[in-house]
C-alpha cells in the first residue's frame, strides 16, 4: 500500500499539469473555435520545461505514455465490429487497402528524403488513420529515441494545421464548385 501511495504522490505534480492543460485546451477550443489537440499542444509546447524537472516529469511521462493509450484505446472502442461488419466487405477493403498504400508511400517518401522510419510511420499513420490522435498513439508505441518528441510535434502539428485548414478551405471550395455548375 506504501508503494502504491509513493507512486501516487510521485505522479501527482505531473498528472495536475496535464488536467490543467486538457482543461484549458477544451475552454480555449470552445472560446474560440480552435481544435481542441491544437490548442493542447500549443499548451503543452509552452509548458514543456515541466516534463524536464523534478517535480512533474514522471507524471507527465506517465501521462503521455500510459494515460494515453488508454484514450487512443476508448476512442476505438466507439467503432465496434458491428459496424464495421454492417458495411459489407467492399468498403473494408477498401479501408485496409488505403491505409497501407498511405503507409507504403510514407515509407518509401520517408526514405527518399533520407528521415528517419519513425518518422514515416507517425506521418503515415496520421494521414492513413486518425490525424492527431493516431500519431499520438503510434509516438507513444514507437521505441524511444532523442528526436522522439520532435518528431511527434512536428507530425501532430503539421496534422493539425492541414486539418484546420481543410476545415476552413473545403467548404470554400464546396460552394464555388456549386456555383459554377448553376
Known amino acids: 500500500m506504501t508503494t502504491l501511495l509513493t507512486r501516487a504522490r510521485d505522479l501527482f505534480p505531473g498528472l495536475t499539469v496535464c488536467a490543467v492543460v486538457a482543461v484549458a485546451a477544451t475552454f480555449l477550443s470552445a472560446q474560440h473555435g480552435a481544435p481542441v489537440m ?57 479501408v485496409v487497402s488505403s491505409v497501407a498504400v498511405v503507409l507504403l508511400a510514407s515509407g518509401l517518401l520517408t526514405r527518399a528524403l533520407g528521415l528517419r522510419a519513425g518518422v514515416g510511420v507517425l506521418a503515415g499513420g496520421a494521414v492513413a488513420i486518425c490525424g492527431a490522435s493516431a500519431a499520438l498513439a503510434l509516438a507513444a508505441a514507437l521505441p524511444r529515441h532523442p ?11 503539421g496534422v493539425s494545421v492541414l486539418s484546420t485548414l481543410a476545415m476552413v478551405l473545403y467548404p470554400q471550395i464546396g460552394r464555388a464548385s456549386c456555383r459554377e455548375r448553376v
Open 38 to 94: 491544437l490548442m493542447a499542444l500549443l499548451l503543452g509546447m509552452a509548458l514543456n520545461f515541466l516534463s524536464r524537472q523534478a517535480p512533474t516529469d514522471r507524471g507527465i511521462d506517465f501521462t503521455a505514455r500510459q494515460v494515453l493509450r488508454v484514450g487512443v484505446a476508448l476512442l476505438g472502442l466507439r467503432v465496434t465490429l458491428d459496424q464495421v461488419g454492417g458495411l459489407g466487405w467492399s468498403p473494408w477493403l477498401m
Open 147 to 157: 528526436d522522439a518528441e520532435r518528431d511527434t510535434l512536428v507530425t501532430v502539428i
